[in-house]
């Protein structure tokens, strides 16, 4: 079964740091590129970020560029999201996401980051 | 920063037809995608690349993209599509995502 499962949501004080985990399974990992997509609470899908296959390439929406770092070991079929200087506007629910034929194909069941003092 | 616009809500009468609209520049020129989220559930892709349907999404799922505008559209509605639809497209290989459109079925 294709299984996406994050973990390491946390409740942390603002400018705190967190790294979210997420395990993949049931498929080659290292042939997709992956996402963090965030959803705070009562509002919509927001993207976050991407890394390529081999991690040689990433991105990141405005909002968290220079603060979030995407990572992952396709040894460990693992991916990261490293969160320094949180803010309170980061608080949502995190998703792990699949990307594959122009699309977002598997999603975890998200973790929960809350930034607050 | 590319944005896409949907409506907040649409409402349907069971067995009926809901269209969702999804609004960008050139969004045609563009493949659009299309997740349903229910209550306290991670979102589900209905349509991918404008009109294909994955495995297991029932018929009465499908999509179009044309000009500025990709439309959901719903045949048949049943009381289990009232969900969360959001609308989605890549824009220099960054995800964009519309704002959510409310289904519910009355």
């Known amino acids: 079964e294709v299984q996406l499962v994050e973990s390491g949501g946390d409740l942390v004080q603002p400018g705190g740091s967190l790294r979210l985990s997420c395990a993949a399974s049931g498929f080659t990992f290292s042939s997709y590129w992956m996402h963090w997509v965030r959803q705070g609470p009562g509002k919509g899908l927001v993207w976050v970020s991407r890394i390529n296959t081999d991690g040689s390439s990433t991105r990141y929406a405005g909002s968290v560029k220079g603060r979030f770092t995407i990572s992952r070991d396709n040894a460990k079929n693992t991916l990261y999201l490293q969160m320094n200087s949180l803010r309170a506007e980061d608080t949502a629910v995190y998703y792990c996401?699949?990307?594959?034929?122009?699309?977002?194909?598997?999603w975890g069941q998200g973790t929960m980051v809350t930034v607050s003092s | 920063s590319y944005e896409l616009t949907q409506p907040p809500s649409v409402s349907v009468s069971p067995g009926q037809t809901a269209s969702i609209t999804c609004s960008g520049d050139?969004?045609?020129?563009?493949?659009a995608s299309w997740y349903q989220q229910k209550p306290g559930q991670s979102p589900v892709v209905v349509i991918y690349?404008?009109?294909k349907r994955p495995s297991g999404i029932p018929e009465r799922f499908s999509g179009s993209n044309s000009g500025n505008t990709a439309t959901l559209t719903i045949s048949g509605t049943q009381a289990m599509d009232e969900a969360d639809y959001y609308c989605?497209?890549?824009?220099?290989?960054?995800?964009?995502f519309g704002g959510g459109t409310r289904l519910t079925v009355l």
């Open positions: 989605q497209a890549w824009d220099n290989s960054t995800a964009v």
């Open positions: 050139k969004l045609g020129n563009k493949y």
């Open positions: 996401v699949r990307s594959g034929l122009d699309a977002f194909d598997v």
């Open positions: 690349q404008d009109t």
